[in-house]
């Protein structure tokens, strides 16, 4: 008897410790809206979003992307979008920057967009109910109409400043290296010492 007892009141210490932790996750932004038009063919690096551990035990997080059922605007597709990182681990009150790039494709239909950056624990596979939590931050954006001409120059234009001042430096490295050999192509230079 005396062991069912001290089974008992191990049962109910612990039980209570087992139940009560729970898996929480947050998000430091509640919407973004961009203001500017955003061009066909355009690459655009959106501020970067917090993402907290509110629960009381470790787990992985997922960044990805959502939409509303009754939602009046276009739909951006999942493939338009990178997370830095997408996939993370986070203990207990502990938080993650997480990059959002968009890359528009060059036949991007103009109009209004919106989606949700969805963050929410990795559900792993297993025995026992699962309770599945998420929260979003909502992007609203516009696509004005462009040519393809245009949406050409907008990617090169996007590219060139997202990855600035690299760029630049082999762009520099290039436009030399084809002035040496158009110079040593055309120009004959004898650099020698004469003797008197």
Do not use: C
Request: hydrophobic letters at 45%; zero cysteines.
């Amino acid at each position: 008897m005396q062991k069912f007892i001290i089974l008992f009141l191990i049962a109910v210490l612990i039980f209570p410790l087992i139940v009560s932790a729970k898996a929480g996750v947050g998000i430091g932004t509640g919407t973004i809206k961009i203001d500017e038009p955003l061009k066909p063919g355009g690459i655009y690096e959106f501020p970067s979003l917090g993402v907290s551990n509110t629960g009381d035990e470790p787990a992985d997080y997922e960044m990805e992307i959502a939409y509303h059922s009754q939602q009046p605007q276009q739909r951006p597709s999942k493939e338009w979008f990178s997370f830095s990182p997408s996939l993370f681990y986070l203990e207990p009150k502990q938080s993650q920057r997480v990059v959002v790039k968009l890359t528009l494709p060059m036949k991007t239909k103009p109009g209004d967009y919106f989606a949700y950056l969805e963050v929410h624990p990795v559900v792993k596979a297993g025995p026992g109910a699962t309770v599945g939590i998420a929260v979003a931050t909502k992007l609203y954006f516009s696509v004005i109409p462009a040519n393809a001409w245009q949406a050409i120059t907008y990617r090169i234009s996007s590219f060139w400043t997202i990855y600035s001042p690299w760029t630049w430096i082999v762009s520099g490295i290039a436009l030399v290296a084809i002035i040496i050999a158009f110079l040593r192509k055309n120009f004959a230079f004898q650099i020698g010492v004469k003797k008197k």
